[in-house]
């Protein structure tokens, strides 16, 4: 019999979402008139919209909302940018995490749904309800000082990472796992990754690349100096403990956003949120086909197929 308790990570857009709220990535070029285009499309999909209010003064328009207002008001964001766009609006707009649809404006995107030139298509997939929802695991950093007193930082999509700062000396971290003791990093920093982060610094790193709906978490060193220190790959369900060695500061960094001291003595603990970030997605696109894409995985010379046929 099947488990039950295991969550089913996709799920089929239920009801058309009543209000789209429109986030551009100001700084992106073609932006502007990717927003014109998209603004055409939903008045002729009669979709309501809002417009965040940077995003809005890109076309001359004026808006009071802010991200976090406009989430308050919408259903669904849909953002036009890259990855990290699609990041910064759920990090503005946590802890409402509204489902987002992107749009991708640039050339690798691992979290956009469809590219800029397909804005007619994704305004369709909204008008007819044809995307599924992926519900991407978030991890809760907290950091408890020498009191115990907790300081929540707040979620992260991809990666927290554990880094030296501008010093050029290793980094000494101890890591727990559930309060048990596993090992000492001697690194550049430490990356712990979801499986949606697996495709970012972490497979720089050379994590492994983990498919979404996987309960796992990952631990990578970054450069280590032993060659023995390898990505680890843990259970979501366990809770994972960071101290910094003797007198040493390190600092935190919560998908790529300003980093944060952790001062000596203070531990910093990750674990699986209870909350999920919904992303829309297409449901005739698997992430081995965004993978082969994203990443130019070709395999062999012959195709699928031929090796099928002829196999050696």
């Known amino acids: 019999m099947q488990d039950q308790s295991r969550e089913n990570t996709k799920t089929q857009a239920i009801l058309q979402p009543s209000i789209i709220g429109l986030i551009a990535h100001i700084g992106k070029e073609g932006a502007a008139s990717l927003l014109k285009l998209v603004i055409e499309e939903l008045e002729e999909q009669h979709i309501r919209f809002l417009i965040e ?64 030139h397909d804005y007619k298509r994704a305004i369709q997939c909204l008008a007819n309800q044809t995307y599924v929802l992926s519900h991407r695991s978030l991890l809760d950093v907290t950091i408890v000082n020498q009191q115990n007193q907790q300081e929540n930082l707040g979620n992260a999509l991809n990666d927290v990472v554990i880094s030296r700062g501008e010093r050029s000396r290793l980094v000494s971290l101890s890591v727990f796992i559930d309060n048990h003791f596993f090992t000492e990093y001697h690194a550049d920093g430490l990356i712990i990754a979801t499986p949606t982060g697996s495709t970012a610094y972490s497979l720089a790193a050379g994590g492994p690349v983990v498919m979404p709906e996987g309960r796992v978490l990952l631990i990578s060193p970054i450069c280590p100096h032993a060659f023995s220190n390898r990505s680890m790959v843990i259970s979501d369900q366990s809770t994972i403990r960071i101290q910094s060695a003797g007198l040493q500061e390190v600092f935190i960094s919560l998908d790529g956003r300003e980093a944060r001291l952790l001062k000596p003595q203070e531990n910093l603990l990750l674990s699986t949120s209870l909350q999920k970030l919904p992303l829309a997605m297409l449901p005739e696109t698997t992430f081995a086909e965004i993978l082969c894409t994203k990443l130019q995985w070709s395999g062999s010379n012959l195709t699928n197929r031929e090796r099928l046929k002829d196999p050696i």
């Open 53 to 116: 209010k940077e995003t809005a003064q890109l076309i001359g328009h004026n808006s009071p909302l802010d991200e976090e207002a406009l989430a308050k008001k919408c259903d669904l964001l849909l953002v036009m940018g890259g990855d990290g766009s699609i990041l910064r609006a759920m990090h503005r707009t946590s802890p409402l995490l509204k489902p987002i649809f992107g749009l991708n404006i640039g050339s690798l995107g691992f979290l956009t749904c469809l590219s800029a």
